[in-house]
């Protein structure tokens, strides 16, 4: 009786049951192998890195319950920052009011719809493949801040710009506040709007959705104007962040945004998955990033572990639900 | 509601080669017009020595995308593989062009089973399991390379090997070994896909897997057939390609992957499988290279090549169908009253 009870736990809430374990494992590992782990450096760090990786991942997240993917994400974040760098040295670069860079936080968050909004009619419209249009599209806006920025760095904002990337509110970082406030719009807006419930419908079983009378090519076409528009938030805080802008900046964020969407209990085919479990992941992935910085590992050995990372999340899953499958 | 088809739907070239054919022959006719140099026999003997790489792992990743899979990670493959060659021929003192590429394609599909054990017996989705072999090969190969470069290859592997060469105004035109082993991919990939009864399972699993499994065919044989493919002509390419360059830099094939995947979605290979022609794979990796060519004989920035690139793919998904553009086209001027109606 008390097994069956446990199993049944373990059921409905394996992956904060298994996040929670992983988080004590990575805890436990960083602290022994690196003394300095303990620290309120790597504290601080996590604070404030997360927030980049968070919005990029919240980003990554809506299209994949939806039943897609957008490959897209970091150089839609890396195009809306150069418009907003734009608007900004138009403005009088350091010199630049107040009124200049909301403007460009205005153009920033523009260019992110206006990107997404691109992907989402293709998609919805002409049916192409996910995968295909966003890898289209970030082939393209790679293409078009190489050719607009001739690969070097954008820089020369007025100094309170970069006071929003270090600076504190209450005592928490500023950048950790809008990631807190996004990750909560996205978990009200999942969880208790008519379109959060639409977006899983779709992921989970598409024909069914439109039959059912909802329209599914306008809440495609959402589905991607709300990840442009946060995927241009992640390019604003970048911004904000470095005190400059690359194009190719956060390239590596692609691969880390997916495991963490995976290592949260999304469904890759679209339909489930949890922001709360996703938040979750996320501070276990910036814990790990902080540990191996702090080690010093090597960065090329950093992106192998994280390809194998992805790949154990997947095969853990794998075994659970095959458990799952044949359990009592 | 009954199919109507559009004016310019009847307009169009019924299938994706007639269109790339098309455009091929007008861009060609363009850029002949606009540049001196172009059609000239060097140019285009040279276009196709560059692009046997692109071509050879472009029939690759057809056999994948067909069989209904994705990969992203046999750009890389095939620099894991010139190192693994290279460092395998040194140690046993030489070698050749036969052991050579039998080396090549025997890793390249080690690396590329990789790939299809863990799509098919962990079922993981493709671009999931390919994301992440693609750092892990990266991310290994730099690592324990440190990211040094390889220059004393052995001679058989250095040295040029001239097919053809002609005498032309503008200075000599040869083919040189890439293009015959391009060639030979090229009728072993057709051979395969149009008349071997494994490329028609390949097809059928690709159109409808669960249909593939219910009628009997081996779905575990296909996708170690799909992804071992693709690994040895990435390890063959590879080859081709140190050969061609005359060194194996670690980093040299990075991000190659987004141009071929780039020419076998233009040559009119499908997502989701099913689709796919050796010819339409060709098309298109010929299209991507005359647009680079041209662009860098115009005198264009080569930093807008990419974004050429990308554009030109963008459009070519969107003309694929031309009724969902016109219902788009149809809700936007109509916008108001349909959400008035509904």
Known sequence: MIRAGLARQLRAHGTFIGLALLFALVLLFFGLATPRFWSFGTFQSVAYQLPELGLLTLAMLLPILSGGLNLAITFTANIAALAMAAIIQAGGGPEAGIGFVLLGVVAALGVGILVGWVMGVIVAFIGAHPILVSLAMMIFLGGLGEFLTRGGDISGFPPFVARIGHGTLFGIPIPLWLFLLAAAFWQLMLSRTKFGFSVYMLGSNPEATRYSGIDTRRVLVLVYVLSGLMSALAGILMLTRFNSVRVGHGEAYLLITVLACFLGGVDPFGGFGRTLAVVMALVILQTVASGLNLMGAHQHLATALWGLFLLATMIARWIWLRWRGQGP | ?342
């Not at chain 2, 990266?138 to 470069?149: A, D, E, I, V």
């Not at chain 2, 233009?266 to 689709?275: D, E, I, K, W, Y």
């Open chain 2, 1 to 342: 509601m009954p199919e109507r088809q559009s004016p310019l739907a009847r307009l169009a070239p019924r299938s994706t080669e007639a269109w790339l054919a098309l455009v091929i022959l007008l861009l060609a006719g363009f850029l002949g017009i606009a540049t001196d140099t172009f059609l000239t026999l060097t140019n285009l003997f040279d276009l196709l020595n560059i692009s046997a790489f692109n071509v050879i792992l472009a029939l690759g990743l057809l056999v994948v995308l067909v069989a209904g899979g994705i990969d992203i990670s046999f750009a890389v493959a095939a620099s894991v593989v010139q190192y693994l060659v290279a460092v395998t021929v040194m140690a046993i003192g030489g070698g050749n062009w036969a052991l050579g590429i039998l080396l090549a394609a025997g890793f390249g599909c080690l690396l590329g089973a990789i790939n299809a054990a863990l799509i098919h017996y962990c079922r993981i989705i493709s671009i999931v399991v390919t994301i992440a072999t693609f750092n892990v090969f990266f991310g290994l190969l730099m690592f324990t390379t440190r990211g040094r470069s390889i220059y004393n290859l052995p001679d058989w592997w250095l040295d040029r090997i001239i097919l053809l060469e002609i005498e032309t105004r503008s200075g000599f035109a040869f083919l040189t070994l890439p293009v015959l082993v391009m060639a030979c991919m090229v009728l072993a990939t057709w051979l395969l896909l149009n008349r071997l009864n494994l490329g028609r399972q390949l097809y059928a699993m690709g159109d409808n897997p669960d249909g593939a499994r219910r009628i009997g065919i081996d779905i575990a044989a296909m996708h170690f057939l799909a992804y071992g493919w693709l690994g040895a002509c990435a390890g063959i390419g590879g080859l081709m390609q140190a050969h061609y360059v005359q060194e194996v830099v670690p980093n040299a094939l990075y991000g190659r992957e987004l141009d071929v995947l780039a020419a076998v979605v233009l040559g009119g290979a499908r997502l989701g499988g099913g689709r796919g022609t050796v010819l339409g794979t060709i098309l298109g990796v010929a299209l991507v290279t005359m647009t680079a060519n041209g662009l860098n004989l115009l005198g264009v920035s080569p930093y807008a090549f990419k974004m050429v690139v990308g554009l030109v793919i963008l459009v070519a998904i969107t003309m694929s169908n031309l009724q969902g553009l016109e219902q788009l086209w149809r809700r936007l001027r109509r916008r108001p009253v349909a959400e008035a109606g509904r």
